[in-house]
T-cell receptor, first 113, second 112 residues
Framework: DVKVTQSSRYLVKRTGEKVFLECVQDMDHENMFWYRQDPGLGLRLIYFSYDVKMKEKGDIPEGYSVSREKKERFSLILESASTNQTSMYLC????????????FGQGTRLTVV | GEDVEQSLFLSVREGDSSVINCTYT??????LYWYKQEPGAGLQLLTY?????DMKQDQRLTVLLNKKDKHLSLRIADTQTGDSAIYFC????????????FGAGTRLAVHP
């Protein structure tokens, strides 16, 4: 059974804290993605990675960074959390080729107070 | 730029058909997708259609693609309460590396 696992379902952090969101996949996928989901805005791509140690900016990378030291793990880092980063964060992975099916984790609901 | 648009809400009676619509902007998209998100869960791929097809049927699901108008629809026949979820339309955008661009999602509410 394929699996993308996010380390936390719920997180509450204080403004200014450094926050790490972890994602692990067990499918040997090359691609990994971080999205944030906000009501009425859908999913917006923050960063993605197509290989170990490689990363590409998505549509809203400001205030975020990522790390991919191992193929199965992709971390999202909020350098200095702010209240406008309160959101649902979704990690996904996929193979490189088509039909490019993405498998999603269950999401982490982050609240910054 | 890349954009996928869909209406935010749809309410249907149990047993009726549901039709969820989507428009996209990238005419070079090779695949278009419908994902489903149930409450408290991540997204799950429902179905996809290759860009050289007009229609794809999979049990109760029918996907229609109008490439000229860049319009995609998902029809769910005999809608059940278990179909209540958010449905996301997505397209592949290629700019060196492939990435999925999602719409805002349509919340489908099924009532008795």
């Amino acid at each position: 059974d394929v699996k993308v696992t996010q380390s936390s379902r719920y997180l509450v952090k204080r403004t200014g804290e450094k926050v790490f969101l972890e994602c692990v996949q067990d499918m040997d996928h090359e691609n990994m993605f971080w999205y944030r989901q906000d009501p009425g805005l859908g999913l917006r791509l923050i960063y993605f990675s197509y290989d170990v140690k490689m990363k590409e900016k998505g549509d809203i990378p400001e205030g975020y960074s990522v790390s991919r030291e191992k193929k199965e793990r992709f971390s999202l880092i909020l350098e200095s959390a702010s209240t406008n980063q309160t959101s649902m964060y979704l990690c996904a992975s996929s193979l490189q080729g088509f039909p490019f099916e993405a498998f999603f984790g269950q999401g982490t609901r982050l609240t910054v107070v | 730029g890349e954009d996928v648009e869909q209406s935010l809400f749809l309410s249907v009676r149990e047993g009726d058909s549901s039709v969820i619509n989507c428009t996209y902007t990238d005419s070079s998209s090779t695949y278009l997708y419908w994902y489903k998100q149930e409450p408290g869960a991540g997204l799950q791929l429902l179905t996809y259609i290759f860009s050289n097809m007009d229609m794809k049927q999979d049990q109760r699901l029918t996907v229609l693609l109008n490439k000229k108008d860049k319009h995609l629809s998902l029809r769910i026949a005999d809608t059940q309460t278990g179909d209540s979820a958010i449905y996301f339309c997505a397209e592949i955008v290629s700019g060196g590396y492939n990435k999925l661009i999602f719409g805002a999602g349509t919340r489908l509410a099924v009532h008795p």
